[in-house]
């Protein structure tokens, strides 16, 4: 492009032009030119450069009237703040575009109009600031936006409002904060194509999990409707994890899916007078997905080619965030905006910061829960702000460290933002405009709770938690926390496989990012207990048994899957995908379920299909579930869930593990089991590991061999079982020890065979964090792998270094 033109083509422009453009129109006209190719859809338009701009102000003589009312301002005042902000804005929107300009624009709208065939063609009007690529500042929602803008005077309009939105108040209060002179920014408007998503569905997509940081995931936000009703966090999203590594090789790699409210969405309006308005959604849109699953991936694959395509140019990793829209007419994807991601990428991952909340009864406290963003604690007075206008208006002090709670935010309420020592909506989703502008300031905020502003009571001190995973909790009162940073670079190197337990999905990325050899225990039981909540058998049977509030319940959860069946295996299938995609291709070991009778009583309906049992911890758990004729459906409905995770998903390192299996022959009834769902030893690469916590287990070693690929010690159980106690009663807790002499020539002797026969042996327990010495006698004995909390890292890894320095060293 000519660098002194004043119009110019989207498809000429590339990032080269950053400082004439914006780092908006660059990206979207470099994706134009390099990714259209690919079969990437970007709507076409044209640039108004920032030369017009400064021609728009230095015509009229505003920069100087502009600065004069910038220096006037107290910045700790926010009145003060508004009333200059409105006041500059007026001055541009009443000052006239010089006539050869305006021509000039409305010449290339009619061109436009003739390429589309359509008279006074629906635009969007996008505002591009020559700063928004800055690697330390993503200026998000600063500038605005018009949609479906007709006709050349609504144009000429749109366009004196994004100059003008140069000078919002929190533009301004942003570039103040940030030191950056207001006038080093210059903007470029985009006058783009609309895709007509008011008829199907838009949203945001983010290149990396938007709060670890995890690299190999594109997460997706979508709703009805226009997308700015996702931005602005009007409304709680659907969203959609993608695994990127499988997804490159060719499997349908969704991890998560997840039903936003979707209450209402943004459509054109009907007359001249109003471009778009907000109507609810229809009730069945909201039980559905805003995406089929192929749409989700195609969308996932063109994002990772967006990424790997800056990346390329950059030299440099450069995570990207994306806005799209699916148009209704022809059922076809567009990307409409792409501009790199600014907190993770430019974070140094050499530090791991970790909060340990010290309340084990915080739960009594839960006052409400939504979608956590970051992962830090705050607590502080609550501050409900209804509107914005009507605090500052009756001299309401928002002040320092308050928790403020609203019904959502708009980038006007930036100013205040950055006072809240935690920030909680009603509404919102991970990629909305609070979202965003609380990560960028390393505030905790949690969205989308529904209801926080019924709740909460202004006064009221809180703590909210986004420490805990995905979901950010809301306490009454302040909870204590210790607050640790791992220097991962001091951490040595380990001879001895460290593996971790891991429970939550939720938090996986997170674990993932810690010195580690793969998951040497994924349970089950927090996935069931957590995201399904009903007994496996009481959602394939709850029609048979009259009971009308659980089959309401029930058909509340499934709502967004087909049927009973399909949400348990899909959901299953997540929470386990999680994880293995976390330390994918290091192996992750999942265990079958292994509730005992009285842990499935509590789940919905599980009153129904659970016996009382004297003693639960030794009774109908494990093994002997899954080929019983009681439970063998719901088993089997756990199986599809590994095979869709490991052969539809793609992540073949999970292997699988049997608890609480007492004989070889149980053994082989649950291995026919597991057949008859297409899981075999062998097939497919799937490994089957034997949870070796009974005495059976270690006397029967060889036996058990023959049939699995690996054992993993149970210590717990084990000792329990040795010892002949129950670990639950105080009256011999004393007793309890797993460095008993007794355990350990158990240990040594599984230990023993499982070498011999070329078998896998591991432990999952606290033991050896708990207690060097029997690190020591692990190591000497040389176990395959360790694996523990990931909050006993650095304990055990010094444990074990000690012990290994001290061996290796008399063995030299």
């Not at 996935?527 to 394939?540: C, E």
């Not at 386990?576 to 499935?600: G, T």
């Amino acid at each position: 492009m000519n660098t002194n033109s004043l119009i110019v083509p989207l498809h000429h422009v590339g990032m080269q032009h950053l400082e004439y453009v914006g780092g908006k129109n660059a990206s979207l006209g470099e994706m134009l030119q390099h990714l259209s190719p690919l079969g990437i859809r970007i709507p076409n338009g044209f640039v108004i450069t920032v030369r017009v701009y400064k021609l728009f102000l230095q015509s009229n003589d505003l920069e100087p009237a502009i600065k004069s009312i910038i220096k006037e301002i107290d910045f700790e005042n926010l009145e003060s703040l508004r009333k200059a902000g409105k006041k500059i804005r007026q001055m541009i929107r009443n000052t006239k575009f010089p006539k050869d300009i305006s021509e000039r624009i409305i010449d290339s709208y009619l061109h436009l109009s003739e390429e589309y065939k359509i008279q006074d063609v629906d635009v969007a009007v996008r505002s591009s600031a020559t700063a928004e690529d800055l690697p330390d500042a993503s200026f998000a929602g600063q500038q605005e936006t018009y949609l479906n803008v007709r006709g050349p005077a609504s144009l000429i309009d749109a366009v004196r409002n994004c100059f003008a939105s140069l000078f919002t108040d929190r533009a301004i209060s942003y570039r103040e904060n940030f030191g950056y002179n207001h006038f080093d920014l210059a903007l470029s408007v985009c006058v783009q194509k609309m895709v007509r998503s008011d008829l199907a569905s838009s949203g945001v997509a983010f290149s990396l999990d938007t709060e670890s940081g995890f690299k190999d995931v594109v997460v997706i936000n979508g709703s009805y409707g226009l997308g700015e009703m996702v931005v602005q966090g009007a409304v709680s999203p659907d969203e959609f994890i993608v695994f990127k590594p499988t997804l490159k090789g060719g499997y349908q790699s969704i991890i998560e899916r997840k039903l936003g409210n979707k209450d209402k969405m943004m459509i054109y309006g009907d007359n001249p007078d109003e471009r778009v308005t907000i109507i609810p959604t229809e009730s069945y849109m909201r039980t559905k997905f805003c995406l089929e699953e192929d749409q989700a991936l195609q969308l996932a694959d063109w994002v990772v080619r967006i990424e790997d395509y800056y990346t390329k140019l950059k030299g440099y990793w450069c995570p990207m965030d994306v806005e799209w829209a699916i148009d209704g007419k022809s059922n076809q994807l567009f990307i409409v905006q792409a501009r790199p991601e600014t907190i993770h990428s430019q974070k140094k991952k050499q530090v791991f910061t970790e909060y340990q909340i010290h309340d084990a009864g915080r739960e009594e406290r839960l006052v409400s829960k939504g979608i956590a963003v970051g992962d830090k604690l705050a607590s502080g007075q609550v501050n409900i702000l209804y509107s914005l206008d009507k605090r500052v208006a009756d001299g309401h002090e928002f002040k320092a460290g308050d928790v403020l709670v609203t019904d959502m935010t708009d980038p006007d309420w930036e100013p205040i933002m950055k006072k809240a020592s935690a920030i909680i909506t009603n509404k919102g989703g991970r990629t909305c405009h609070a979202a965003i502008v609380a990560r960028e300031m390393g505030v905790p905020a949690i969205v989308g709770c529904g209801n926080a502003t019924d709740l909460l009571k202004n006064g009221q001190l809180v703590t909210a938690s986004c420490a805990e995973g995905d979901i950010g909790f809301i306490y009454d009162g302040v909870l204590e926390f210790t607050k640790t940073e791992v220097d991962l670079t001091q951490l040595a190197t380990l001879r001895t496989p460290l593996m971790f337990n891991v429970g939550s999905p939720n938090m996986a990325f997170h674990f993932s990012q810690l010195p580690n050899q793969g998951v040497g225990l994924a349970r089950e039981e927090f996935i069931i207990n957590n995201f399904i909540q009903v007994h496996p058998m009481a959602l394939l049977r709850h029609k048979t048994l009259g009971d009308a509030a659980l089959s309401e319940k029930i058909e509340q959860l499934i709502a967004g899957f087909e049927n009973e069946e399909t949400f348990f295996i899909h959901k299953l299938s997540y929470g386990i995908a999680r994880i293995a995609a976390a330390f994918y291709p290091k192996k992750v070991i999942v265990r079958f379920s292994d509730f005992k009778s009285n842990e499935y009583f509590n789940l919905l309906g599980g009153k129904y299909f659970e016996p009382s049992e004297e003693n639960p911890m030794i009774g109908w758990r494990g093994a002997s579930r899954y080929y019983s004729d009681a439970y063998k459906d719901a088993f089997k409905m756990e199986c599809k869930a590994i095979r869709l995770v490991r052969e539809t998903i793609g992540l073949n390192n999970v292997v699988v593990m049997i608890p609480f299996c007492r004989t070889v022959n149980e053994l082989l009834k649950v291995q026919a089991v597991m057949k008859e769902c297409g899981l075999e030893r062998g097939k497919e690469g799937l490994e089957i590991y034997l949870m070796a916590e009974l005495p059976s287990n270690i006397l029967m070693a060889d036996e058990f061999a023959d049939h699995i690929d690996g054992f993993s010690i149970g210590s717990n159980d084990l000792t329990q079982l040795t010892l002949g106690l129950d670990r639950d009663s105080s009256l011999v807790s004393h007793l309890f020890d797993e460095r008993n002499e007794a355990v350990k020539k158990m240990i040594e002797q599984l230990i023993r065979v499982a070498k011999n026969r070329n078998v896998k042996v591991g432990i999952c327990g606290q033991g050896p964090s708990d207690y060097p010495d029997f690190a020591q006698f692990l190591v000497e004995q040389e176990i395959d792998s360790i694996s523990v909390t990931p909050d006993s890292l650095v304990k055990t890894t010094l444990a074990i270094q000690a012990v290994e320095a001290k061996l290796f060293t008399n063995k030299a």
